[in-house]
């Protein structure tokens, strides 16, 4: 997997203060496992994105609510999750 600029995974990208990125799925089934996936690793992590689910796509949203802004944990966090799907 290619690093960008940021230290982060493929094509998160930092939008008003937050890492954003959204993935694309065949169906709801799909979206079901790989929203499954997340939480698991979020609950290891004690780090929770808020995720926007429809049919074919979730849109993930990364902030640090204790720091009040992007920190490592989130970085962390969003590469852990670019190696899910």
Known sequence: MKKNKSNLVD???EIS???MRTYYF????????????????AKKMNHHPDMTVHYDNVKISIFDHEKGKIS??????????SKVK
């Not at 065949?26 to 690793?41: A, H, L, P, Q």
């Not at 490592?72 to 999750?81: D, G, R, S, V």
């Open 26 to 41: 065949n169906d709801y089934d799909e979206v079901s496992s790989f929203v499954n996936k997340v939480m698991i690793i």
């Open 17 to 19: 203060n937050r890492l």
């Open 11 to 13: 094509s998160w990208e």
């Open 72 to 81: 490592e944990k989130c970085h962390k966090l969003a590469n852990a999750i």
